[in-house]
């Protein structure tokens, strides 16, 4: 069975600062690993996804996530946050893009400002 | 752009009453999923159907919710008998066939429920 574990439900960082969302998986064969963001009264949206081949994965709006194998992880990061990106971000995991997509609980992000 | 609707966006209703949501999912996906969020929560898995085929259920999936997806179009999620633990969003999704996608699911803007 997989699982995601999204480390800090909240996160701030001042607008210009580095952001940085933790996520670790469990899965017993290779995952299919994405990141989602949700923004207030919408529904989600895949910001990027890692599916196989280059483990560092560039999405929309600049983020990008590193797949670490090693590590089981997958954090998301932008070097520089806009007040635009306050949002909740989840990562998920899936197999073989198979039909079920396990989610995280999800980080909430503050950009001050 | 056609994304997927869901409808009623939200319902307030008073326990032992039963509700019903419609997701319209994008045309050519022919895989439909249901998850339910609640505060602080992400997504769960509910259910899963593949055209009219409905391939999975979760252990959440109470008695008391069915769904369905009559002509591999539009999905009905109906909850009988509700009670104040189902105050949620229920969340919508598709996506494309398994051989021509990632994995990638396509979400709607939820229905939120209130039980009163």
């Known amino acids: 069975a997989q699982s995601v574990t999204q480390l800090g439900s909240h996160v701030s960082v001042s607008e210009g600062a580095l952001v940085l969302l933790r996520c670790n998986y469990s899965?017993?064969?290779?995952?299919?690993l994405f990141w989602y963001v949700q923004y207030p009264n919408q529904g989600l949206q895949l910001l990027l996804k890692?599916?196989?081949?280059?483990?560092l994965v560039k999405g929309i709006n600049g983020f990008e996530a590193e797949f670490k194998k090693s590590e089981t992880s997958f954090h998301l990061t932008k070097p520089s946050a806009h007040m635009s990106d306050a949002a909740e971000y989840f990562c998920?995991?899936?197999?073989?893009?198979?039909?079920?997509?396990?989610f995280g609980a999800g980080t909430r992000l503050f950009v001050k400002a | 752009d056609t994304g997927v609707s869901q409808n009623p966006r939200h319902k307030i209703t008073k326990r032992g009453q039963n509700v019903t949501f419609r997701c319209d999912p994008i045309?050519?996906?022919?895989?439909l999923y249901w998850y339910r969020q609640t505060l602080g929560q992400g997504p769960e898995f509910l259910t899963y159907?593949?055209?009219?085929?409905?391939?999975?259920k979760s252990r959440l999936l109470s008695d008391r919710f069915s769904a369905e997806r009559p002509k591999g179009s539009f999905s009905t999620l109906e909850i009988q008998r509700t009670e104040q633990g189902d105050s949620a969003m229920y969340l919508c999704?598709?996506?494309?066939?398994?051989?021509?996608?990632?994995?990638?699911?396509?979400f709607g803007e939820g229905s939120r429920l209130t039980v009163l």
């Open positions: 999704a598709s996506s494309l066939p398994r051989t021509k996608t990632d994995g990638e699911l396509f």
């Open positions: 899965s017993s064969v290779p995952p299919y």
């Open positions: 890692y599916t196989t081949g280059a483990t």
């Open positions: 998920a995991v899936s197999v073989n893009g198979g039909f079920k997509t396990i």
């Open positions: 045309s050519e996906h022919n895989r």
């Open positions: 159907f593949q055209n009219e085929a409905q391939l999975e």
